[in-house]
């Protein structure tokens, strides 16, 4: 057993609700008075996403005060990403007063919110999609968990994915993508799921399989304003690389994009710091 494997069994186990919520993904059966069931299950994320609700939902005449009335005026789809947002920054909460890990905590939300996207351009199921790219740098977000401090500095040093994950194998033995898979393993996540926390940074070459699908949207959210660490992309440049195939959503001109990555974004962190 090597120093990473032992790590992994120190992080913080991830929040029950959004255990169940990744089921529910798969699970045909699952309607939408079950997944309101599995969300009021916790008290915390219930009252969150009724905030999160009012929020996306300004327009409604009535004020929403129950789980149920978001998912009748927002629809499940919207409500079960609040909730999964809800659930993981909850998660995130104990390291998210540091401006480098918080900002790590942007980046998948964008991440999340383009892969939808990307996703629905070739017929792939956007909700997975969401999940699975908001959960891809989970591994992150636990070792982060373990080490604050090494984590802060490193995101605000490396330039490059090599450099990162070759700096988090010297700091814990593993890099992030590593250690998400054995998270993901030991959580038992999907396998979509798990191929994408384990591939992000190294896609397989069909654009239309998950892991490439998230690690296109995560580059086009780092060159949107939300970067992993100081790792920089350009949007002109990145807009050329995009597989073609899953540029089919997305507007000529992607800065446009923007205003919609702010919001989410916005919303998803806005329990966490002040701003
Ligand atoms: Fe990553």
């Excluded at 120093?3 to 699970?27: E, N, T």
């Excluded at 033995?173 to 940074?201: K, M, N, T």
Aim: aromatic share 4%; with cysteine.
């Amino acid at each position: 057993m090597g120093p990473g494997h032992a790590i992994i069994k120190r992080i913080p186990p991830f929040p029950a609700v959004g255990m169940r919520l990744i089921q529910a993904l798969d699970d045909d059966s699952a309607d939408i008075g079950g997944i309101v069931g599995m969300i009021q299950s916790d008290v915390g994320i219930s009252a969150e996403i009724i905030r999160l609700s009012n929020s996306a939902a300004a327009a409604a005449k009535h004020r929403i005060t129950t789980v149920r009335q978001g998912v009748l005026t927002l629809g499940i789809n919207h409500i079960r990403r609040i909730a999964m947002a809800a659930t993981v920054s909850s998660y995130v909460a104990p390291i998210a007063r540091n401006r480098p890990l918080l900002n790590a905590w942007k980046h998948s939300v964008a991440t999340a919110q383009l892969s939808a996207m990307l996703a629905s351009a070739v017929k792939r199921d956007a909700e997975k999609a969401y999940t699975s790219a908001l959960l891809s740098d989970i591994g992150l977000v636990g070792l982060m968990l373990m080490y604050p401090a090494q984590y802060s500095i490193l995101l605000s040093s490396a330039t490059s994915i090599r450099c990162l994950l070759d700096s988090e194998r010297t700091i814990s033995g593993l890099s992030h993508c590593e250690a998400g898979e054995q998270l993901a393993g030991q959580w038992s996540f999907p396998d979509d799921i798990r191929q994408v926390v384990a591939y992000h940074h190294h896609p397989p070459a069909e654009a239309t399989e998950p892991a490439a699908i998230a690690h296109w949207a995560g580059r086009l959210a780092s060159a949107l304003g939300y970067p992993l660490g100081a790792i920089v992309e350009d949007l002109a440049g990145v807009a050329t690389l995009v597989p073609p195939q899953l540029r089919t959503l997305l507007p000529e001109d992607i800065s446009e994009l923007a205003p919609a990555l702010d919001q989410a974004v916005g919303d998803a962190v806005s329990s966490l710091v002040p701003c």
